[in-house]
């Protein structure tokens, strides 16, 4: 198992941006993805992204697209979730996990403590 640890939630008026970022405790891994929950609701998947040295394959729910984008630093085993144009409902703890692929986004790792997001109208 490795151990993810998200950061960069926070508090943000609806139309702002956040930066959310994952370290992925050095090591780094061709497909990544970004969960998230909200009060009351099962945990959701939000996006992923598949890196190769040749191409990149990317999926994103349909709530998300045009705002979200998963990105990584390899450097610095970092995966990171820029969130842009913030609505009331992006609301929830986010997660980074581990996935399968872009096309079956199903975690294979346990889950880290996640980071707040709360977005006010």
């Known amino acids: 198992q490795v151990q993810l640890v998200e950061s960069g939630g926070g508090l943000v008026q609806a139309g702002g941006s956040l930066r959310l970022s994952c370290s992925t405790s050095g090591r780094t891994f061709s497909v990544m993805g970004w969960f998230r929950q909200a009060p009351g609701k099962e945990r959701e998947f939000v996006a992923a992204k598949r890196w190769s040295d040749s191409s990149s394959t990317v999926k994103y729910v349909d709530s998300v697209k045009g705002r979200f984008t998963i990105s990584r630093d390899s450097a610095k085993n970092t995966v990171y979730l820029q969130m842009n144009s913030l609505k009331p409902e992006d609301t929830a703890v986010y997660y980074c996990?581990?996935?399968?692929?872009?096309?079956?986004?199903?975690?294979?790792?346990?889950w880290g403590q996640g980071t707040q997001v709360t977005v006010s109208s």
């Open positions: 996990n581990t996935v399968f692929s872009t096309n079956d986004p199903r975690p294979t790792n346990s």
